[in-house]
């Protein structure tokens, strides 16, 4: 049974929404979900949400996206950036969410070589977690 989400103002407005904002200096809102960002994502068969998918749950104020791998598999290669007919600049709101994430205490990716994951992606997400 899928995990019910509730649309309010509260959501909406949600101090950690405020703080992607304010760290990645984009705004979620801008997005109308065309999916361009998704289908030009090289890491997004890595991922367990697509870019796309994780704008939406900022959008809806579920901050469920602070435990997500997406974040940290994307390499900020800038691609669903530059397909972006709104100018969202989504590696930027990523690197926000993996900032906010180290606050927080959750790394939900494993820093081990052994996984599949991209290596572009795999030096992406050890810089952001090492001192």
């Not at 994307?74 to 690197?95: F, H, Q, S, Y």
Request: glycine content about 6%; some cysteine; proline content about 5%.
């Amino acid at each position: 049974m899928a995990a019910e989400l509730r649309i309010a103002r509260e959501n909406l407005e949600a101090p950690f929404l405020k703080k992607v904002a304010e760290i990645s200096g984009q705004n979620v809102f801008a997005c109308y979900q065309c999916g361009k960002c998704s289908a030009g994502c090289v890491f997004g068969e890595h991922m367990d949400l697509l870019p796309n998918q994780v704008l939406r749950l900022l959008q809806l104020g579920d901050d469920s996206v602070l435990g997500a791998r997406a974040p940290w598999v994307c390499a900020a290669c800038l691609a669903c950036t530059v397909r972006c007919p709104k100018g969202v600049d989504v590696a930027r709101i990523m690197e926000a969410i993996r900032q906010l994430s180290l606050r927080q205490g959750l790394t939900p990716v494993e820093m081990k070589l052994d996984r599949d994951f991209p290596q572009i992606a795999l030096v992406g997400a050890w810089r952001k977690v090492s001192p």
